[in-house]
């Protein structure tokens, strides 16, 4: 989306790096991420308060009552909080409580404390949250103007923006974090793409490297922006890290949604190997030699089109995410480029996959749209049921479909990924769809097999028809010699007035 995600962007960040000192990246990632969560489970907690205030002066409620020893009683009753799918807040773990103690020089012993009982109280968040707040020699003055940050920001807004604060820290904190940066976060436009082509309305979610869980959460804003229920998405993750699984179950929390994530390494350790999931959406590490390929037993039920060798664990993920796939299911995901071309016993692999009809969509993505690696990148979309568009693959080049964020980003904005996305629905709806010399073709199996395999999108869309240029050469030439002109003598005014200042300061040249 092209502007700013959230306002306050420069503050929030400036104050983190207060913050920062000489903590490592990863560690004051925790705890800004960890602060965030927590108001935001404060937050929830005090809407509820207000819900059950509003009950208990309701006539027609099985909480009304008058009395204010009861509507007391109300208050403090846990049920009214977790029947409503709220965290229980202890009172010295409350939001208020640590903004009046952000002055004093304990308050990381009372956030850290504020983060124990919260976990005491709620099992669901046992060793989740982050207990670091007097580590590191943390600066704790400037751990009170945090506080105090995030309140004054937050104050008047919804829940939905402390999880957008959330995920504006994460995509910073990804950007910051070198080449383990993205590992946890998959940049929103690309997460969005993934979401608006699959359409993911209701069902299973699979993500088998699902970091930090971008991939479940937008899932989860594209049903609510087509007023689906969040009650009929059933989210299930995989993560190699112990940090990044916290990660995903608070991004997970922070927008009220539920869902099973698991420990454990993919490629020896599939922690659900019964699954067969409606969606699969992942960003899984591109090339990812020395994976372990020794340790995968021959007979492994993933590797029915052949056994992916060690130097590159492209061919693991793509046969890993058609295996979770149910009979009508459908995925999309990220690669690096090379494994749309590869030859070698990838591409014997790629070659089977096609010949299976497997492949429903290829979409060429542009350039530097992740933060910690150049190498470039496609989706995949695979779909078990082809039905209406049987022996057939959609190609889309979108290497020129973006928008300059920086010298160093790209990214999509809402109408770019809608331009993007809505040539697949058409294609997937059935539609004889016309092909767009340079942008989208659709392609025969027999075609494919005539191009080796290979599924580039460039290779069939072709090169976009450049528009004819009907100005004269004379009259062009005799425009651009005018403009010329004048920016040469706007360029000698500007070196004399820059020369007449450095003459005041006594450095004339």
Same mark, same amino acid.
């Given at each position: 989306?092209?502007?700013?995600?959230?306002?306050?962007?420069?503050?929030?960040?400036?104050?983190?790096?207060?913050?920062?000192?000489?903590?490592?990246?990863?560690? #004051?990632?925790?705890?800004?991420?960890?602060?965030?969560?927590?108001?935001?489970?404060?937050?929830?907690?005090?809407?509820?308060?207000?819900?059950?205030?509003?009950?208990?002066?309701?006539?027609?409620?099985?909480?009304?009552?008058?009395?204010?020893?009861?509507?007391?009683?109300?208050?403090?009753?846990?049920?009214?909080?977790?029947?409503?799918?709220?965290?229980?807040?202890?009172?010295?773990?409350?939001? =208020? #409580?640590?903004?009046?103690?952000?002055?004093?020089?304990?308050?990381?012993? %009372?956030?850290?404390?504020?983060? %124990?009982?919260?976990?005491?109280?709620?099992?669901?968040?046992?060793?989740?949250?982050?207990?670091?707040?007097?580590?590191?020699?943390?600066?704790?003055?400037?751990?009170?103007?945090?506080?105090?940050?995030?309140?004054?920001?937050?104050?008047?807004?919804?829940?939905?923006?402390?999880?957008?604060?959330?995920?504006?820290?994460?995509? %910073?904190?990804?950007?910051?974090?070198?080449?383990?940066?993205?590992?946890?976060?998959?940049?929103?436009?690309?997460? !969005?793409?993934?979401?608006?082509?699959?359409?993911?309305?209701?069902?299973?979610?699979?993500?088998?490297?699902?970091?930090?869980?971008?991939?479940?959460?937008?899932?989860?804003?594209?049903?609510?922006?087509?007023?689906?229920?969040? =009650?009929?998405?059933?989210?299930?993750?995989?993560?190699?890290?112990?940090?990044?699984?916290?990660?995903?179950?608070?991004?997970?929390?922070?927008?009220?949604?539920?869902?099973?994530?698991?420990?454990? &390494?993919?490629?020896?350790?599939?922690?659900?190997? =019964?699954?067969?999931?409606?969606?699969?959406?992942?960003?899984?590490?591109?090339?990812?030699?020395?994976?372990?390929?020794?340790?995968?037993?021959?007979?492994?039920?993933?590797? !029915?089109?052949?056994?992916?060798?060690?130097?590159?664990?492209?061919?693991?993920?793509?046969?890993?995410?058609?295996?979770?796939?149910?009979?009508?299911?459908?995925?999309?995901?990220?690669?690096?480029?090379?494994?749309?071309?590869?030859?070698?016993?990838?591409?014997?692999?790629?070659?089977?996959?096609?010949?299976?009809?497997?492949?429903?969509?290829?979409?060429?993505?542009?350039?530097?749209?992740?933060?910690?690696?150049?190498?470039?990148?496609?989706?995949?979309?695979?779909?078990? &049921?082809?039905?209406?568009?049987?022996?057939?693959?959609?190609?889309?080049?979108?290497?020129?479909?973006?928008?300059?964020?920086?010298?160093?980003? &790209?990214?999509?904005?809402?109408?770019?990924?809608?331009?993007?996305?809505?040539?697949?629905?058409?294609?997937?709806?059935?539609?004889?769809?016309?092909?767009?010399?340079?942008?989208? %073709?659709?392609?025969?199996?027999?075609?494919?097999?005539?191009?080796?395999?290979?599924?580039?999108?460039?290779?069939?869309?072709?090169?976009?028809?450049?528009?004819?240029?009907?100005?004269?050469?004379?009259?062009?030439?005799?425009?651009?010699?005018?403009?010329?002109?004048?920016?040469?003598?706007?360029?000698?005014?500007?070196?004399?007035?820059?020369?007449?200042?450095?003459?005041?300061?006594?450095?004339?040249?």
């Amino acid at each position: 989306m092209a502007g700013k995600e959230i306002d306050f962007d420069k503050e929030l960040w400036t104050a983190a790096d207060l913050l920062r000192g000489n903590v490592a990246a990863n560690e #004051y990632r925790d705890v800004i991420l960890g602060l965030v969560f927590l108001k935001y489970l404060s937050d929830a907690f005090f809407v509820r308060q207000e819900e059950i205030k509003s009950l208990c002066a309701d006539k027609t409620s099985d909480l009304y009552t008058d009395d204010p020893e009861e509507i007391s009683f109300e208050l403090k009753e846990r049920d009214n909080y977790t029947s409503a799918n709220i965290f229980w807040v202890h009172e010295n773990a409350r939001w =208020s #409580y640590l903004l009046e103690n952000a002055t004093q020089p304990d308050i990381g012993k %009372k956030v850290n404390d504020a983060m %124990k009982l919260i976990e005491e109280e709620n099992k669901d968040l046992k060793g989740l949250l982050p207990k670091k707040y007097l580590a590191y020699g943390l600066d704790q003055h400037n751990l009170g103007q945090i506080i105090t940050l995030l309140t004054n920001i937050t104050a008047g807004h919804d829940k939905d923006f402390l999880g957008r604060i959330y995920e504006y820290y994460m995509s %910073k904190f990804a950007e910051r974090g070198g080449s383990k940066g993205g590992e946890f976060f998959t940049p929103s436009s690309v997460v !969005k793409l993934l979401v608006e082509m699959l359409e993911p309305y209701k069902g299973r979610i699979f993500d088998p490297a699902c970091g930090s869980g971008g991939m479940f959460v937008q899932s989860l804003k594209f049903i609510e922006a087509h007023q689906g229920k969040k =009650s009929e998405l059933a989210v299930y993750g995989q993560e190699n890290i112990e940090d990044y699984v916290k990660l995903c179950k608070m991004n997970l929390a922070i927008r009220g949604l539920s869902g099973e994530i698991l420990m454990g &390494n993919s490629y020896h350790n599939d922690q659900f190997k =019964s699954l067969k999931a409606d969606f699969v959406i992942a960003n899984p590490p591109f090339n990812d030699s020395q994976w372990g390929a020794a340790r995968v037993p021959d007979d492994d039920p993933r590797f !029915k089109y052949g056994i992916v060798a060690d130097g590159n664990a492209n061919y693991l993920w793509v046969q890993h995410f058609i295996t979770h796939l149910s009979n009508n299911g459908l995925a999309g995901f990220v690669m690096a480029n090379g494994s749309m071309s590869v030859s070698g016993k990838e591409g014997e692999i790629r070659e089977k996959i096609i010949r299976d009809d497997l492949i429903d969509c290829m979409v060429a993505l542009p350039e530097r749209l992740f933060y910690t690696t150049g190498i470039p990148a496609c989706l995949w979309f695979v779909s078990k &049921n082809k039905s209406n568009r049987a022996g057939k693959t959609l190609f889309i080049d979108a290497r020129k479909i973006y928008y300059k964020v920086d010298r160093a980003h &790209n990214s999509l904005s809402t109408e770019q990924i809608e331009q993007i996305a809505s040539v697949y629905h058409a294609f997937k709806a059935g539609e004889d769809i016309e092909d767009v010399k340079g942008f989208y %073709k659709v392609v025969d199996t027999k075609t494919i097999e005539e191009n080796r395999f290979v599924l580039t999108p460039g290779r069939y869309v072709g090169v976009e028809e450049v528009v004819e240029d009907d100005e004269p050469f004379v009259e062009k030439m005799e425009r651009l010699t005018l403009e010329l002109h004048d920016q040469f003598q706007r360029s000698n005014e500007l070196e004399a007035i820059i020369r007449a200042n450095l003459e005041e300061l006594g450095y004339g040249v």
